[in-house]
């Protein structure tokens, strides 16, 4: 008996946190082999989750977190000219009914409707709408003026009476979905003021207690002094 394949979700992560780890990525000279939680430790273990199931939508990763060429081709681009035809290619491949409403002037039940049909609701779907608004202004791919970031009605559907400074509230919420969570604090450990190299090569010594014989020793000399005549000059 054939299994039904899993529905595919729409990103519901901020779009400008998927903007700040490329522009990361960007920074330290390329995206890393995968995507893990260990890359990811800026970030709340919940939050940490939602961008990994974000970049799996988008193929910007594997199923086992590895890279995939968009998402090098994202991290390579050199400016934001040249990611949005990247962005707007993507939204055009997973967003196609979503585009095509921006494009007709659609009404915002028929943009949240649309959704519904990924199977999400209630505050995922709100998100995910932000995200894809964002992710649609960033790169130029058509919007209808009547599209908005949706507030969150109750499961039976009726509006929820609006307290007093609701308005404020609403407001803080589009904000902070539009605004990336805080970068990773600087690694201070001694660990991080050793040059790569080094650090993996100190790593090949034998735990304590263990048999280490001297020609062994030797050749571990040998090659640390060539490793950091490499980075220091031999002179």
Known sequence: MATEAPKWVPPYISFTSLLGLIDRMKADGGAPPQIDRSYLAGFSGGYQSQVIAAMKSLALIEENGTVTSKLTELVEAANREAREPIIKSM????????????????TQGQLEAAFKEWGITGDTLRKAIAFYLAAAKYSGVPLSTNFKVPSVAPGDGKRPRKPRGAKRQQDRMDEEL???????PPDRSWQA????????????????????????????TTVLTAILDGIYGAE
């Not at 939204?91 to 659609?106: C, D, N, Q, S, T």
């Not at 539009?178 to 990773?184: E, G, Q, R």
Request: charged share 25%.
């Open 91 to 106: 939204l055009e491949e997973y967003f196609p009914g979503p585009v095509r409403l921006g494009a007709i002037k659609a």
């Open 178 to 184: 539009d605004t990336p969570p805080p970068p990773p």
């Open 193 to 220: 003021q050793i040059e790569p190299p080094v650090l993996e090569w100190l790593k090949r010594i034998p735990v304590k207690g263990a048999e280490w014989p001297k020609q062994d020793r030797g050749t571990w």
